[in-house]
C-alpha cells in the first residue's frame, strides 16, 4: 500500500525543477566556454561597427517598454543626442525610429514632404546619395537628382544655380559623409546657400557615417533635419536610428506622412506625451547604445572621437601607401570615416580571394561601392584602435604574400 506522505508532493516538484535547472546550468556553462574561444572580428566598415564589452553587457537585461526605468533611458538617450548636435531642446528635438538608418531617412521624406506640392532636390556624390533618389522615387513625390562625380565633392555653386532655376524646391537632401567613397561635402555652406535663395526651404543632411565624429554645427549649416544610427560613430548596435530635427519645422508636419510606422511627427508627439514608443521599443538595443553614450563622453565627446578616428586613419593611409595600395580620393579630400582604395594591377590580385583570406584571419573590410572604378574600402571607425590598425596592415601584407604579389606593389 502506498504511502502518500505530506511533503511527497514537494519532494517531486524539487526533483522536477532539478532536472530542468541542470541541463540549462550546462549549457550555460558551454554558452560562456563558446563565448570566450570565440573572438570578435575586427569590423574594418562603415557599419555596424565592433562595440565595446561593456556595450554588449549592456544588453544582458529584460526590461519592459513601459518601465520606468526603459522610460527614463530614453529620455537620457534624447537628451544626449541634442547634447552630441551642439543644439538647445528649445530649437530642436530627437525623434528616435525603430529600423535601420535607412528607415530614418525615409521617415523624414514621409513626415516632412507633404502630399501636394513638396519637390525635393536630391544630391548625389555616390551610392548614398543616389539612394536619397530612389527613396522620393519609390514614394512617388516629386524630385530632381543633381549628381557630382564620385571622387569630387558638392560644389555649393552648382546646387545654387539649380534652385534658382527651380525656386518651388520645398528640401534639399544631402549626404554629410559618402561612405561609398569616404569624401566629406561642405554640408554647412551647401545649407547656407539653400536658405539665402529659399529661406523656407527644408535642409535635410544625412549624417549616418559622420554624426558624433565628425564636427557639424548644425546651427550655422541652416539644417533642419539630420539623421544617424545608434551602430555607427557613437559605437552602439544595430537597431534603432534617430532624427535630429528642428521643433519648429516638425511641427508643422501633422498629417503629411503616408506610411503610420514611418510617421516621424506622430512618432514624437507620442514621446513627447507619454515618454514611450507608439510600438514595440528595441529595448536591448536602447540599453546598448545608453552605455555607448556614457563611453562617447569619456572618451571626449566629438573631439575625442574624431582624433581617435583620425590617428586610426593616419596610420592606415601611411601603412598601404608602403605596401603600396593608391587611394581612390586625392590627398585634398581629407576625410577619415572610411577609405577606398583602387584594385592593384597586379595579374595576381583578385578582391574575393584578398577578402577572404583577411576573413579568415578575423579582419573584415568592405567591398566598394564606387561605380566608375575597382576599389574596395578599409573603415577606420567604431570600436578600433591604432594597434588594430597596424595588425590588420600586418595581416594584409602576409595575404598579398600568399597571393604571390610582391611587396611594394607596383603593378
Same mark, same amino acid.
Request: aromatic share 8%; hydrophobic share 40%.
Given at each position: ?34 563565448? /570566450? =574561444? ?5 569590423? &574594418? !566598415?562603415?557599419? %555596424?561597427?565592433?562595440? $565595446?564589452? @561593456? ?28 547634447? /552630441? =548636435? ?5 530649437? &530642436? !528635438?530627437?525623434? %528616435?525610429?525603430?529600423? $535601420?538608418? @535607412? ?309
Amino acid at each position: 500500500m502506498a504511502v502518500n506522505h505530506p511533503f511527497m508532493h514537494i519532494k517531486t516538484r524539487l526533483f522536477g525543477i532539478r532536472r530542468i535547472w541542470r541541463p540549462l546550468a550546462v549549457g550555460c556553462r558551454h554558452l560562456h566556454r563558446t563565448s /570566450a =574561444a570565440m573572438a570578435d572580428k575586427k569590423l &574594418f !566598415t562603415p557599419g %555596424p561597427l565592433g562595440t $565595446s564589452e @561593456t556595450v554588449k553587457q549592456a544588453m544582458l537585461r529584460d526590461l519592459g517598454s513601459r518601465d520606468l526605468e526603459f522610460i527614463s533611458i530614453i529620455k537620457k538617450i534624447r537628451a544626449g543626442l541634442l547634447d /552630441a =548636435a551642439g543644439v538647445s531642446s528649445a530649437d &530642436f !528635438t530627437v525623434v %528616435p525610429m525603430q529600423g $535601420s538608418g @535607412t528607415f530614418a531617412v525615409e521617415s523624414v521624406f514621409q513626415t516632412a514632404c507633404n502630399r501636394e506640392n513638396s519637390q525635393v532636390l536630391c544630391i548625389s556624390s555616390g551610392a548614398y546619395g543616389a539612394r536619397l533618389g530612389r527613396i522620393c522615387e519609390v514614394m512617388g513625390l516629386r524630385h530632381q537628382v543633381l549628381s557630382f562625380p564620385e571622387d569630387g565633392s558638392v560644389d555649393p555653386a552648382r546646387v545654387e544655380a539649380a534652385l534658382r532655376a527651380n525656386p518651388s524646391t520645398t528640401m534639399v537632401a544631402i549626404v554629410h559623409c559618402e561612405t561609398s567613397s569616404g569624401i566629406i561635402n561642405d554640408v554647412i555652406t551647401v545649407g547656407k546657400t539653400v536658405k539665402a535663395i529659399i529661406p523656407d526651404c527644408d535642409v535635410f543632411v544625412d549624417g549616418m557615417s559622420s554624426f558624433g565624429a565628425v564636427p557639424l554645427d548644425v546651427g550655422a549649416g541652416q539644417v533642419d533635419y539630420l539623421v544617424s544610427s545608434a551602430n555607427k560613430c557613437l559605437q552602439g548596435v544595430p537597431g534603432f536610428a534617430y532624427i535630429i530635427a528642428r521643433l519648429s519645422k516638425l511641427q508643422k508636419c501633422k498629417g503629411n506622412s503616408r506610411s503610420l510606422s514611418l510617421d516621424a511627427y506622430d512618432q514624437w508627439d507620442n514621446l513627447e506625451r507619454t515618454s514611450q514608443f507608439r510600438f514595440t521599443p528595441p529595448t536591448h538595443t536602447m540599453l546598448a547604445f545608453s552605455q555607448a553614450m556614457e563611453e562617447f563622453q569619456l572618451e571626449g565627446g566629438v573631439q575625442g572621437r574624431a582624433a581617435r578616428y583620425k590617428e586610426n586613419c593616419t596610420v592606415l593611409k601611411a601603412g598601404m601607401r608602403e605596401i603600396g595600395f593608391k587611394e581612390f580620393l586625392a590627398p585634398h579630400h581629407d576625410g577619415y570615416i572610411i577609405t577606398s582604395f583602387c584594385f592593384p594591377k597586379h595579374k595576381n590580385f583578385n578582391f574575393n580571394t584578398f577578402y577572404t583570406k583577411l576573413n579568415e584571419r578575423d579582419q573584415v573590410i568592405y567591398p566598394g561601392k564606387v561605380l566608375n572604378a575597382e576599389c574596395f574600402r578599409i573603415g577606420n571607425i567604431g570600436h578600433l584602435f591604432p594597434a588594430d590598425v597596424r595588425h590588420l596592415l600586418g595581416c594584409i601584407q602576409e595575404v598579398c604574400k600568399e597571393m604571390d604579389i610582391p611587396l611594394p606593389i607596383t603593378e
